[in-house]
C-alpha cells in the first residue's frame, strides 16, 4: 500500500514542472488561448495537417484540447487518411478544412498558414520540414527527424535559416513527469548520487509487431504510390521494416528513450556497440531485436548505458528507462505502472580519493516524502530472523518510493503545447531540431555497428551538423 504524498496535488505537481514547457498551457489556465471556433477568430494559430495515419491521428487527438488552434488544412497521399482527417476535424470546429494530396499544392494554395504539425513517414520528415520552413511556417514534426542522418541535418541549418521554428516530437522532454524527475530529484535533489549506469527497453510482443494489412478496395493506384516513394501498398503500409524508408524498431521505439539518456547525461555518447537479429520476423529488412551499449564520459564519471528493442516477446515489463546511482535508482517510463524509485540498504561509502565537489550530495529521502517530492511505498523485504544465515554477498533490496503526480492529458499533449505556446511567443521549445539531431545523432550509427559487427568510437564529424 503506498503512502500519499503529504502535501502536493497535481497542480503542484505540474507547477514544479512548468518552466521552459509554457506554465500556462500545461496548467491549464483560463483565457490563455482562446478556443477554436467555426472560421478562423483572428488570434487564432491556422494549423496544417502533414500525414494522417495512425500517429498523425494520435497526435490530432492530443491537439482536441487544445485552444486557440485552427485546422486550416490536411494533407495525405491516401484517400482514406484524407476522408477520415477531414471528418475528424470538422466534427471538432464544425468548419471543414480544405484537403489535399500532395504537399507541394497545400503550401502553393493555402495562405495564412502559421504551424505545420507533419506525421508523414520517416523518409519524408526532412523533405517535407524543409519545404514547410522555407515557406515560412513553424513546423512540428514526429521523431526520428529522418532515415538518414543528412535528412536531419538538412532540417537543422533549414530552421536556423529561416529563423521559424521546428519542434522534433520527442515528447517526454515536455512531460511533466520527466521534467520534474531530472529537475527536482537528479539535480536538485541528487537522489541517485554518482549516476554509474543506465537501462533502458521497449519490449513488444509479436502480436503487435505483426505486418499491418489493408482493404483492397481502398488501396492506393501504383502510380501514386511509386510517385512517392513506395513499392506496393504492402510497403506504405509497413515502412516501418525497410531500410530506405526507416531505422527500424532502434529509431522508431529507441529514439524516444536514448533521447532521455542523453537528456538526463548531460551529454552525448562516446561510442556505440550493438548486435542485432531476425529471430522471428525473418523476412524483414530491418532487425526484430536490437541491443545496444553506448558509453558515455560525465562530469561524475563514465557511465555505461543498455538499451534493447524486442518486437517478438513482451517480457519484462513493456517500456522505461533506469538511472542507477550510488544512493538511489530511478525507473521512469510514460506509463506510471512502470515508474518505481528506489532508495540504497547502504548508503555508498565516501570515496577520498576523488574530487569531492563533483560528487553530488543527496537530500535525506525523508525530508523529501515530507516536501512531497516522493511518496513512500510500504516495505516488502522482510529481514532474517534472529540466528538466520544470509549470504554476506546478497544486498538488501532497495526501499521503493513513487513519484507524485499524474499526467491526465495524452502523453503528447504537453509537447505539443510547448509548441504553440513558442508559437505565440510565450515559451521556449524544449526539443528544437538542433537539440534532437544532437541527441539523434547517436542513434543513426546503432544499425551500422549492428550489422557490422563492431563498436562504433564516435568521431566529432559524425555527430555534428
Request: net charge positive; with cysteine; charged share 20%.
Amino acid at each position: 500500500m503506498e503512502t500519499p504524498p503529504s502535501s502536493i496535488n497535481r497542480r503542484d505537481f505540474l507547477a514544479k514542472t512548468a518552466v521552459g514547457v509554457g506554465a500556462g498551457l500545461v496548467l491549464g489556465t483560463p483565457g490563455l488561448l482562446r478556443a477554436a471556433t467555426a472560421g478562423s477568430p483572428s488570434n487564432a494559430i491556422n494549423v496544417a495537417l502533414v500525414g494522417q495515419g495512425k500517429q498523425g491521428q494520435v497526435l490530432f487527438d492530443a491537439m482536441r484540447n487544445i485552444p486557440g488552434l485552427h485546422f486550416q488544412a490536411v494533407c495525405d497521399i491516401w484517400d482514406y487518411n484524407r476522408k477520415g482527417s477531414v471528418g475528424r476535424v470538422t466534427s471538432l470546429q464544425k468548419h471543414k478544412p480544405k484537403a489535399y494530396s500532395d504537399i507541394d499544392d497545400m503550401l502553393a494554395t493555402e495562405k495564412g498558414l502559421d504551424a505545420v504539425v507533419i506525421a508523414t513517414p520517416d523518409f519524408w520528415h526532412s523533405p517535407h520540414t524543409v519545404k514547410c520552413l522555407e515557406a515560412g511556417l513553424n513546423v512540428y514534426c514526429e521523431k526520428m527527424m529522418s532515415n538518414t542522418i543528412d535528412g536531419a541535418r538538412a532540417m537543422v541549418k533549414a530552421m536556423e535559416k529561416s529563423g521559424k521554428l521546428c519542434q522534433i516530437g520527442h515528447q517526454r522532454r515536455s512531460n511533466p513527469r520527466y521534467r520534474f524527475t531530472l529537475d527536482q530529484l537528479i539535480n536538485g535533489s541528487k537522489i541517485c548520487g554518482q549516476i554509474v549506469n543506465v537501462n533502458g527497453q521497449w519490449n513488444r510482443a509479436v502480436k503487435s509487431s505483426q505486418n499491418i494489412a489493408y482493404n483492397p478496395n481502398l488501396k492506393i493506384s501504383q502510380d501514386i504510390l511509386a510517385k512517392y516513394g513506395y513499392k506496393d501498398m504492402h510497403q506504405f503500409m509497413n515502412w516501418r521494416f525497410f531500410r530506405d524508408l526507416s531505422g527500424g524498431a532502434i529509431s522508431d521505439l529507441g529514439a524516444h528513450q536514448i533521447d532521455i539518456f542523453n537528456w538526463f547525461l548531460g551529454t552525448t555518447p562516446k561510442s556505440v556497440y550493438a548486435t542485432g537479429g531476425n529471430s522471428y520476423f525473418k523476412e524483414r529488412e530491418h532487425f526484430d531485436n536490437v541491443m545496444a551499449l553506448f558509453e558515455y564520459d560525465t562530469p561524475q564519471g563514465q557511465v555505461r548505458a543498455f538499451y534493447q528493442v524486442l518486437t517478438t516477446t513482451s517480457a519484462g515489463g513493456g517500456y522505461w528507462e533506469s538511472f542507477m546511482g550510488t544512493e538511489g535508482t530511478i525507473k521512469i517510463s510514460e506509463n506510471s505502472a512502470f515508474t518505481e524509485i528506489f532508495k540504497e540498504a547502504s548508503p555508498a561509502p565516501k570515496d577520498p580519493s576523488a574530487p569531492q565537489p563533483d560528487k553530488p550530495i543527496p537530500l535525506s529521502w525523508d525530508r523529501l516524502v515530507q516536501r512531497g517530492l516522493l511518496g513512500r511505498k510500504a516495505a516488502t523485504w522482510v529481514a532474517p530472523a534472529a540466528g538466520g544465515v544470509v549470504d554476506s554477498r546478497v544486498s538488501a533490496p532497495p526501499e521503493g518510493f513513487s513519484l507524485p503526480g499524474e499526467l491526465n492529458k495524452p502523453p503528447h499533449q504537453p509537447h505539443l503545447e510547448n509548441f504553440f505556446a513558442a508559437v505565440r511567443g510565450e515559451a521556449k521549445l524544449t526539443c528544437d531540431a538542433r537539440h534532437a539531431f544532437m541527441s539523434e545523432a547517436p542513434i543513426y550509427w546503432v544499425n551500422p555497428s549492428a550489422l557490422s559487427q563492431l563498436p562504433i568510437v564516435f568521431t566529432p564529424e559524425q555527430l555534428s551538423v
